[in-house]
């Protein structure tokens, strides 16, 4: 297609283009239209081969490398071009409908949901029951998706025109590769101008999101509830912890490790861990830990960190991995009790045993939680005592067993209550009572 056949704008050079697509982006053997908005993002078209196209305004172009490439001029460029775009999906611009390919040597629940062109999937493949899969995707040899998964989502991009929001329909395509493995109720979306796609041998788990766009290498663990924003590429052999987000665009080098619950805004180095919210290199974290306690040292303060409602530190056996790297006897640990007990791989009285006996705990926060589960993120506030999920008796049984002498603190939230003062009244005898309930006092 030629710029002159379009219908806005004026054509300052003509120029023809194959698909559309944006400045960042690699599309190889594609003869690209993309848009130009400001200047300082025309180096990122001169490094992009395949840009041969550009929607910009008469300003930006003057500054443009003439003869270079095909220009159409318009007074909003990216309008223009995401309406382009549209029009183009609708009108199969990008992709010719083919039937699907499906060997007889792959098993397809009866029970899946499979599109009606553009699918391939490949011998070996086992698509179990309630398996969404869209068109434009190709499965290969020998992958597993498990049941719910939903492949070749549409991605999530709307673009704000003054009072107007336009959707950006997906014109791409998503690709699995070998051996890979997807389990239940995961969503991988399509590209919107390109691919999305999932190395050889790589291993989703429940609850995963990969937005459009992505490049996931080979060998990759996403464990639970991981979420990967859009056009984000990860280098193989890569690690990511449960529930940790990766903003979009990002690059995460080869052998990198995600700490679970990390929030990621910055490239990842080959081999880098990187843990918190937002993430910081693992290393820079333990240094700067080092110096706040070498920094409460010299004031004679002890710092105690609280077991969090956070899978960064959960629990008293995470905060020990880095009691035995700091060795100071001014870090230690304050446990809450609904924190500790909320999450499911936790034995809320081993950890409170272990952190006793090792002379950690500091005091011990008194709160019920709701717990986590696989389909409920638990609920760490507001939950009234009695009606959680952590058994006080119990916790105060073994509390006098381990001869705690320590101090406690009730957590709760009084803001919505007429006469707050009562409530904590309430709320010390109902503890008082499950103390002598547990044999504490």
Same mark, same amino acid.
């Given at each position: 297609? =030629?710029?002159?056949?379009?219908?806005?704008?004026?054509?300052?050079?003509?120029?023809? +283009?194959?698909?559309?697509?944006?400045?960042?982006?690699?599309?190889?053997?594609?003869?690209?239209?993309? +848009?130009?908005?400001?200047?300082?993002?025309?180096?990122?078209?001169?490094? *992009?081969?395949?840009?041969?196209?550009?929607?910009?305004?008469?300003?930006?172009?003057?500054?443009?490398?003439? #003869?270079?490439?095909?220009?159409?001029?318009?007074? *909003? %460029?990216?309008?223009?071009?995401?309406?382009?775009?549209?029009?183009?999906?609708?009108?199969?611009?990008?992709?010719? =409908?083919?039937d699907?390919?499906?060997?007889e040597?792959?098993?397809?629940?009866?029970?899946?949901?499979?599109?009606?062109?553009?699918?391939?999937?490949?011998?070996?493949?086992?698509?179990?029951?309630?398996?969404?899969?869209?068109?434009?995707? $190709?499965?290969?040899?020998?992958?597993?998706?498990?049941?719910?998964?939903?492949? #070749?989502?549409?991605?999530?991009?709307?673009?704000?025109?003054?009072?107007?929001?336009? =959707?950006?329909?997906?014109?791409?395509?998503?690709?699995?590769?070998?051996?890979?493995?997807i389990h *239940?109720?995961?969503?991988?979306?399509?590209?919107? !101008?390109?691919?999305?796609?999932?190395g050889?041998?790589?291993?989703?788990?429940?609850?995963?999101?990969?937005?459009?766009?992505?490049?996931?290498g080979?060998?990759?663990?996403?464990?639970?509830?991981?979420?990967?924003?859009?056009?984000?590429?990860?280098?193989?052999?890569?690690?990511?912890?449960?529930?940790?987000t990766?903003?979009?665009?990002?690059?995460?080098?080869?052998?990198?490790? &995600?700490?679970? #619950?990390? &929030?990621?805004?910055?490239?990842?180095?080959?081999?880098?861990?990187?843990?918190?919210?937002?993430?910081?290199?693992?290393?820079?974290?333990?240094?700067?830990?080092?110096?706040?306690?070498?920094?409460?040292?010299?004031? *004679?303060? $002890?710092?105690?960190?609280?077991?969090?409602?956070?899978? !960064?530190?959960?629990?008293? $056996? =995470?905060?020990?991995?880095?009691?035995?790297?700091?060795?100071?006897?001014w870090?230690?640990?304050?446990?809450?009790?609904?924190?500790?007990?909320?999450? %499911?791989?936790?034995?809320?009285?081993?950890?409170?045993?272990?952190?006793?006996?090792? #002379?950690?705990?500091?005091?011990?926060?008194?709160?019920?939680?709701l717990?986590?589960?696989?389909? !409920? %993120?638990?609920?760490?506030?507001?939950? /009234?005592?009695?009606?959680?999920?952590?058994? !006080?008796?119990?916790? +105060?049984?073994?509390?006098?067993?381990?001869?705690?002498?320590? /101090? +406690?603190?009730?957590?709760?939230?009084?803001?919505?209550?007429?006469?707050?003062?009562?409530?904590?009244?309430?709320?010390?005898?109902?503890?008082?009572?499950?103390?002598?309930?547990?044999?504490?006092?």
């Open positions: 297609m =030629k710029l002159s056949d379009l219908n806005f704008g004026k054509v300052e050079k003509d120029g023809e +283009f194959d698909w559309l697509g944006l400045t960042a982006e690699d599309y190889e053997g594609k003869k690209v239209l993309t +848009f130009l908005n400001d200047e300082k993002y025309y180096k990122e078209i001169e490094n *992009n081969k395949s840009i041969t196209c550009i929607v910009t305004t008469d300003e930006v172009a003057q500054k443009i490398e003439k #003869g270079k490439y095909g220009i159409i001029i318009s007074n *909003n %460029p990216r309008k223009d071009f995401f309406e382009l775009h549209n029009k183009l999906v609708k009108e199969d611009f990008y992709f010719t =409908k083919r699907n390919q499906i060997s040597k792959a098993y397809i629940s009866e029970k899946a949901n499979i599109g009606s062109y553009n699918i391939i999937i490949e011998d070996d493949v086992i698509v179990e029951a309630d398996v969404t899969i869209y068109e434009n995707v $190709t499965i290969k040899k020998g992958a597993i998706i498990k049941s719910g998964t939903i492949l #070749g989502a549409d991605g999530f991009q709307y673009i704000r025109n003054k009072d107007d929001i336009i =959707k950006v329909e997906p014109a791409g395509e998503l690709e699995i590769a070998e051996d890979v493995v *239940n109720n995961s969503v991988i979306d399509k590209g919107i !101008f390109g691919k999305t796609f999932i050889e041998n790589t291993k989703i788990y429940n609850l995963v999101h990969v937005a459009h766009d992505s490049k996931i080979k060998n990759v663990f996403l464990t639970a509830g991981v979420i990967v924003c859009g056009r984000v590429k990860i280098g193989a052999n890569s690690y990511l912890g449960p529930n940790c990766i903003k979009n665009g990002l690059f995460l080098g080869e052998n990198s490790k &995600v700490s679970m #619950g990390a &929030v990621v805004t910055k490239d990842v180095k080959d081999n880098e861990v990187v843990t918190g919210n937002f993430a910081i290199p693992h290393k820079q974290f333990i240094e700067n830990l080092k110096k706040a306690v070498e920094w409460a040292s010299s004031y *004679n303060i $002890t710092l105690s960190i609280e077991i969090m409602d956070h899978p !960064f530190i959960n629990s008293i $056996t =995470k905060y020990m991995e880095y009691a035995e790297i700091i060795k100071s006897p870090l230690k640990v304050y446990p809450d009790v609904g924190n500790l007990t909320a999450w %499911p791989e936790n034995d809320t009285l081993k950890e409170l045993e272990l952190g006793i006996k090792n #002379g950690e705990i500091t005091g011990i926060h008194l709160k019920d939680t717990a986590v589960t696989d389909s !409920f %993120p638990g609920k760490f506030k507001e939950v /009234p005592f009695g009606e959680g999920c952590v058994d !006080f008796p119990k916790v +105060f049984a073994k509390l006098k067993e381990l001869n705690y002498k320590g /101090p +406690f603190l009730i957590e709760m939230w009084t803001e919505k209550s007429d006469n707050p003062i009562e409530e904590v009244k309430k709320a010390k005898e109902w503890m008082l009572g499950k103390m002598r309930e547990g044999g504490f006092i």
